[in-house]
């Protein structure tokens, strides 16, 4: 009996060593030591001294290290067609939908499990789709759009819905990009590298250099803050200058 307990205890633990020992996902990391584009606004030819490139999710990868984006947490403006069969879905006020102004976004309700659930669904099949294009990664759109809904949203929701998303993204073999919102360190929930917009006019690259290191894309909009980040990050971090329409013929420029 004594010799059965002993194997016994010996068999669990070798299958929790090897569980705890197995990785969770393996999926290719944001490379460092190269230049990014920023091409959500239509595409463009890419220079050689670009190494990481974001696109959108209806658009082809490049070959480089492709970034797909996906609008997680919003509707995107010409979407409306399907979000109107799902209402039940989209986050509402009165009785009406809960817009994002500046981009005439629909936010989604993310307040209960089931609706994150269904919802996870939804993206989950749009990120699969970047892996079957051949993206390496994908970034998560409007992880910050609780601060826009009229308090309906709370920060838990956003984390526990970015959970379920960056679990799609490994699932699909995909690194996953946390996109704003620099209070949060979302490598502690999954995220593999973070997309900061205008983190130097906003003084929040460091809070995001914290929590990924190297692995931090830089999108800054104005000549002065492209300037300043480049100063204080350049030699680390890739920054790209674009205009805010982020159009084809737009500006662009690097550190």
């Not at 998303?165 to 699909?172: C, D, E, F, P, T």
């Not at 929040?204 to 931090?216: D, I, L, N, S, T």
């Amino acid at each position: 009996m004594r010799r059965f307990v002993t194997t016994l205890l010996a068999l669990v633990t070798t299958a929790v060593i090897t569980t705890v020992a197995a990785p969770a996902y393996a999926v290719e990391q944001l490379p460092v030591g190269t230049d990014v584009d920023y091409q959500l606004g239509g595409v463009r030819s890419v220079p050689d001294r670009v190494g990481i490139v974001v696109r959108d999710r209806t658009e082809a990868p490049t070959g480089r290290y492709d970034v797909c984006y996906v609008n997680g947490f919003q509707t995107q403006p010409g979407a409306r067609g399907f979000w109107r069969d799902r209402m039940h879905l989209v986050l509402q006020r009165d009785g009406r939908p809960v817009v994002d102004e500046d981009w005439g976004e629909w936010l989604l309700d993310l307040r209960t499990s089931a609706k994150r659930r269904q919802l996870a669904r939804i993206v989950g099949r749009w990120t699969a789709g970047c892996a079957r294009d051949g993206f390496d990664a994908v970034e998560y759109d409007n992880l910050d759009s609780f601060t826009r809904s009229h308090r309906l949203l709370k920060r838990r929701h956003a984390v526990a819905y970015a959970r379920l998303l960056v679990r799609a993204a490994h699932r699909s073999g995909l690194a996953a990009g946390q996109k704003n919102l620099a209070g949060l360190r979302g490598s502690r929930i999954g995220f593999d590298f973070a997309v900061a917009e205008e983190c130097g006019r906003y003084d929040e690259c460091g809070r995001y250099v914290a929590a990924y290191g190297r692995r931090v894309v830089v999108v800054e909009y104005r000549r002065r803050d492209f300037r300043a980040t480049c100063a204080e990050h350049g030699d680390r971090l890739p920054v790209v200058l674009r205009d805010r329409d982020l159009t084809p013929r737009g500006l662009r420029a690097w550190c």
